[in-house]
């Protein structure tokens, strides 16, 4: 039997030439990014996007993001304005996720966007994904590296766990420093966060000088975050608790909850990033462990916590 660990790669030259050649052969290759992993595979062809839609069950309507590792490649397939740019000077390489207006003459793979006018885009920071786009001549479509309507990966073994053999090559970034996905914000028309993330509304609407609104509609634009189940460890989620029921596992956060087997706290100093980041290894972890239910408490709705409810309440859907 095939050892499925063999499949992680170590950050070294050799294993990014080793990526690099299976992404122009249309391959799918797992990869680290800040916030979660990701299925990678050529923007540019429709054999590489089938295969991502096929491999994460995803429906096809639900469009993908377009990763770059600079402006100039991103040129060729959208249009960008002035708002554009204040939040990419800001903003980029980083876990924000910008809906422009796709150019007519963009190659990207119409597939790849679920056949919109529009295209998600963004420009990730960690050094092995942007190395990797760097040596690359077409831009990379990065789904997040899970099941559809599950929980995302936010380490190397994460992405086995999801996909097991069928995933044959997955490079190895260490843990998700952010562990939720990118902030999605809609560009075209009126501004509009479509899917909360690190990048809070707050911050977004100091860099524009404007109030951002969240959007709270689930339509054919807005698609899979924006699906009311989503991140679902596929057991049944109960929010806002004060106690735990009889043998469920119980998320806390903060100093007040005491250690014990069923409390899984997503952060004792009571740090809403620090709980960002171990939101999806608790969910996982909880499922693992064969729980019949979770309890969660309530968690402050604010910075980085708006996302954290936004991925609870999908979750518990
Ligand atoms: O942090 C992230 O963004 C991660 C890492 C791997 O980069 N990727 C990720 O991709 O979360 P995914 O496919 O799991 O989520 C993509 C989100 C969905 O909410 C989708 O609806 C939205 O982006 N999206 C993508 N293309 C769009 C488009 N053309 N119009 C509107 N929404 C779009
Ligand atoms: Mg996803």
């Known amino acids: 039997m095939k050892n499925i660990y063999l499949n992680i790669y ?38 590489a996007i089938k295969k991502i839609y096929k491999l994460k ?13 600079n402006l100039k490649k991103l040129k060729k397939d959208a249009h960008i304005d ?13 876990p924000l996720t910008f809906i422009l207006k796709k150019k007519r003459d963009s190659k990207i793979c119409p597939s790849a966007n679920a056949n919109l006018k529009m295209i998600a885009v963004r ?35 994460d992405v086995i766990d999801e996909f097991g053999k069928n995933i044959n090559f997955v490079l190895d970034g260490g843990r998700s420093k952010i562990g939720l996905e990118s902030t999605v914000i809609n560009l075209c028309g009126n501004i509009k966060i479509m899917r909360p993330g690190a990048i809070s509304k707050k911050e977004i ?6 109030n951002i609104l969240i959007s709270k509609k689930v ?14 460890p596929g057991i049944p989620i109960r929010l806002n608790c004060k106690k735990a ?48 239910k979770i309890n969660v408490v309530k968690i402050p709705n604010r ?13 518990a859907y």
Not at 82 to 94: A, E
Not at 251 to 268: D, E
Not at 303 to 315: E, H, S, T
């Open 245 to 292: 029921d009889n043998k469920a596992a119980f998320i806390v956060f903060g100093k007040k909850y005491k250690k014990g087997k069923y409390i899984f706290n997503l952060s004792p100093k009571g740090n809403l990033k620090e709980a960002g980041k171990n939101l999806y290894k608790i969910l996982r972890k909880v499922k693992n462990l064969n729980f019949k």
């Open 10 to 47: 170590k950050n070294s030259p050799k294993n990014l030439n080793k990526a690099k050649k299976f992404l122009k052969k249309n391959n799918i290759i797992g990869v680290p990014t800040e916030t979660v992993y990701g299925l990678a595979g050529n923007a540019y062809s429709s054999r």
């Open 303 to 315: 910075d980085i916590g708006i996302a954290i409810n936004d991925r609870l309440r999908k979750a």
């Open 219 to 232: 339509n054919k634009l807005n698609s899979p975050g924006l699906l009311k189940k989503h991140y679902s």
């Open 123 to 157: 420009f990730p920071k960690h050094k092995i994904i942007k190395n990797l786009l760097k040596k690359l001549n077409f831009p990379l479509a990065i789904p997040s590296a899970n099941i559809s309507t599950k929980i995302s990966p936010i380490s190397a073994l």
């Open 205 to 210: 609407g100091k860099t524009l000088g404007k």
């Open 57 to 69: 069950k995803r429906p096809k309507k639900n469009p993908l993001i377009i990763h770059y590792d």
């Open 82 to 94: 002035n708002r554009f740019l204040k939040l990419y000077k800001k903003f980029s390489p980083g």
